[in-house]
């Protein structure tokens, strides 16, 4: 039976000790091919030490951020809705959005000594128009020609989960996205999922056996896995301790086993 490749990635690497935590127990195990971080966050530069250790078989990524408060002062922070709106009108400043990427890009560079293996974005923020600009600019200054980062396409979404109206917002935000990516000879994801209500009631388990078996060879799937922690900061802390004992689970070896589904890089 031909195995289909699957980057699986745990995306707000740093935004907590807890989900930190999770995630490299999960990318120990092999259950996890990638993580990206938010490099804005005060634990990144403890955290990145272990994540260093187990570079060789993860792809470690930035997790661009516009809406996650770590108590910095920023004034480019904005809660998620100004950005689907400014973004749709083309009434952002696109320099300074490249600029805060680069910062973060720097932040990332000088606790992990490298540059990323791919960007993603916080809420998808990286893919809405103007800021999915200022993301090539900053790529087209800070990498070679031969070793760009990938990049996370949310419009090539190919499973709704369990929300069908989040998932048409979001393809419609970022719509335009990956033929950009491809017009700037940049290469993103063929298939995208993971996108469900992040509520621990959702059915993680059953969406993921669905994701599993719509999955073609070379996907790209997000997941939000964490260590329960009581976090009144975190609306989503429930959920990811459930995602975190599910993937960490043999129920879930069993549905890859099942779905003939190998985890791995994305360049693999």
Known sequence: MTLRRLTLCAD??????AISQGILNLLQRGRLSATSVMTQSPHWPV???????????ADIGLHFNLTHDFGEQNTLRKPLPYWLLCSQLHLLPRVALRDSLLRQIDLFSQHLGRLPDFIDGHQH??????IR??????????????????????????????????AVVLTQA???????????????????AGLYALQPEAGFAGLMQQWLHACPDGGLMMCHPGLPADDASDP??????????????????????????AIGRFRA
């Open 12 to 17: 707000d690497f740093a935004q907590s000790p």
């Open 174 to 192: 970022c719509r335009g996205f990956a033929a950009a990516v491809e017009h700037k000879g940049l290469i993103c994801n063929r298939w995208f």
């Open 47 to 57: 955290l990145a030490a272990p994540l260093r250790e187990l570079q060789p078989q």
């Open 125 to 130: 923020v990286h893919a809405l128009p103007v």
């Open 133 to 166: 600009d200022a993301l090539f600019d900053a790529i087209s200054l800070h990498w070679a020609d031969n070793s760009k980062p990938y990049l996370r396409a949310p419009d090539r979404l190919g499973h709704p989960g369990d929300s069908r109206l989040k």
């Open 236 to 261: 989503i802390a429930a959920a990811r301790a459930v995602e975190y004992c599910h993937l960490g689970s043999q129920e879930f070896a069993d549905a890859c086993q099942q779905a003939s589904i």
